[in-house]
């Protein structure tokens, strides 16, 4: 629970305070132009958030959905990487492992 909370809900909300308040400047300082889609990041906000209170197959909805988006993500800047390189080490590496790990501990949890 703690790391939909806080991973998914949590990162997801600065990513949105992020790209709705600041999204030309985020663009250009990470070298990713066209990242302005807040609405997805407040979505997935609202879903890691409630993660604390709404259990079971709510978390696993969230997780699932989190990973989707993550992947589809990071399979979006590998395919950029070729002409723009910059910004895509960590924002990248994080696209991949979360959704390892939040799919792991839901397993684990279901387990349990």
Not at 19 to 28: F, T
Not at 86 to 110: D, K
């Amino acid at each position: 629970m703690h790391t939909l909370v806080l991973t998914v809900g949590t990162g997801a909300l600065f990513a949105f305070i992020g790209r709705g308040s600041r999204s030309e400047q985020l663009a250009r300082r990470i070298g990713w132009p066209g990242q302005k889609e807040p609405a997805g990041s407040l979505v997935f906000a609202v879903l890691g958030i409630l993660c604390a209170w709404w259990r079971n197959e709510f978390w696993t909805a969230t997780a699932i959905g989190a990973s989707v988006w993550l992947f589809a993500s990071a399979a979006a800047q590998v395919r950029r990487l070729p002409r723009e390189t910059r910004g895509a080490g960590s924002a990248l590496f994080f696209e991949l492992t979360m959704p390892v790990v939040l799919l792991a501990l839901l397993i684990a949890c279901r387990l349990t």
